[in-house]
């Protein structure tokens, strides 16, 4: 055991990544369809109009592929390490290797943030469908049990909000086997109601909708591709994936990219068509997609948009509960956090009882916690992630035992990828408004109380 610091570095043992107690099964396929679970949600039926209507017109889809390219080279980064480090944990394992276990911490909890309010905003998104969904059929929900309650509004708790983060919680306790076949068979729904749009619409495409084609200007493409940016977060969750993957020096590279390639794509493809469809003036709109199918008068497809929309929230929580508590698994086995979250079933292989843990925690902040303040911690926990990774990866090759690690992916373009990628990410950081870092502050103290109170004292670096 080395002299316990505070940046003290997590010491890599090469024997470890054969020995998890996690079950390897994972293959580039699966990693695949987890990346575009996590990032093709329902906002794919929502983001394109706003930005279109707002910042960039009908040259939409290059506000989406900008954001891709500054995704793309975060995701670099993170191939690398998912492949020469390939341990649960993504990037908190990666920081804690380079940079020392504060920074870890600090990372980690950031990360925490992100998962479990992005996991309690997408079920009260789907809770929200849900209920708009048995009301067609004459049902509905008490009020006290619809909607958390606010100042000036009625209401008590969001229960169906609740109940689906138990569910998934409880798919995913079940074994990851099974977890990653549903998400496959959502993915595939929610990618072929995509095309099916895509097939119907375009169509109905009029050329003189992209006329003018940059109304904002050269500005609007960027001002668009910072909104577009946060339709990405989620395909850093395939890196914590890493030690339940069959070959991770070549699945892990395969899986982050291609998820990434084939989402920057499917949300190009639907800016481009909508605003083709409908005048980008008329997209500000909450629901511009089912808005562009009345105006073609294919309601018939509205109801197949809508599976789509239900279906791709449902894989965005089951991956991002997934990358949740695989990232509190790997805290907890460094002694950072009690040892309850390590503890992995000898008959699943998944840690059950963190998955129950962070479901319960998932589900008390969608029933109680309204939508517009769930969502504060998820984008700023995200780009440092990013910037923290990108940066980390020029010290990785530095490590004196790098040699020993195996040699997979490689960043191209080595250092200027990972410092144009941290960078960007700072830069985008920048733009997040003041009660974002106000709140990011405020968790981030709580987590160093913790971390001086428990963590410290019982990690095993």
Known sequence: ????????????????????????????????????????????????????????????????????????????????????????????????????????????????????????????????????????????????????????????????????????????????????????????????????????????????????????GAGGILSGAALAFYAYIGFDAVSTASEEVVNPQRDMP?????????????????????????????????????????????????????????AGMTTVLLVMTYGGTRLIFAISRDGLLPPVFAKVSSKTHVPVANTWIFAIDTSIVAMVVPLDKIAELVNIGTLFAFATVSLGVIFLRKLPFYNELPQGFKVPLFPWIPLLSCGLCLLLMTQLQLTTWIVFLIWLVIGLTIYFSYGYRHSRQ
């Open 254 to 310: 395969i899986g982050i990219i291609a998820s990434l390639l084939i989402a920057s794509l499917l949300y190009a493809a639907v800016a481009t068509v909508l605003v083709g469809v409908v005048h980008y003036t008329k997209l500000n709109v909450g629901d511009p997609v089912a808005f562009a199918l009345q105006l073609m008068h294919q309601n018939w497809v509205a109801g197949i948009v809508a599976l789509g929309a239900v």
């Open 1 to 216: 055991m080395t002299q316990h610091s505070l940046f003290a570095k997590k010491q890599i043992d090469v024997n470890q990544f054969k020995n998890s107690t996690l079950e390897r099964h994972l293959t580039a396929f699966g990693l695949t369809a987890m990346g575009v679970g996590a990032v093709v949600g329902a906002g794919i039926f929502i983001t394109p109009g706003i930005i279109a209507a707002k910042y960039a017109g009908p040259g939409a889809m290059l506000s989406y592929l900008l954001a891709a390219v500054v995704c793309a080279m975060a995701a670099l980064c993170y191939s690398e390490f998912a492949s020469t480090i390939p341990l649960a944990g993504s990037a908190y394992t990666y920081v804690y290797t380079v940079f020392g276990e504060l920074i870890a911490w600090i990372l980690g909890w950031a990360l925490i943030s992100e998962y479990l309010f992005a996991v309690a905003s997408v079920a009260v998104s789907w809770s929200a469908y849900f209920q708009n969904l048995i009301a067609g059929f004459g049902l509905h929900l008490p009020t006290f049990l619809s909607t958390a309650w606010t100042p000036g509004h009625p209401g008590g708790i969001n229960l169906i909000a609740g109940l689906i983060t138990l569910l998934i919680g409880f798919l995913l306790s079940n074994g990851l086997r099974e977890s990653t076949r549903i998400n496959t068979i959502m993915v595939g729904v929610k990618v072929a109601v995509i095309v099916i749009f895509l097939g119907v619409a375009i169509f109905y495409v009029k050329p003189a909708n992209f006329k003018p084609f940059l109304p904002f």
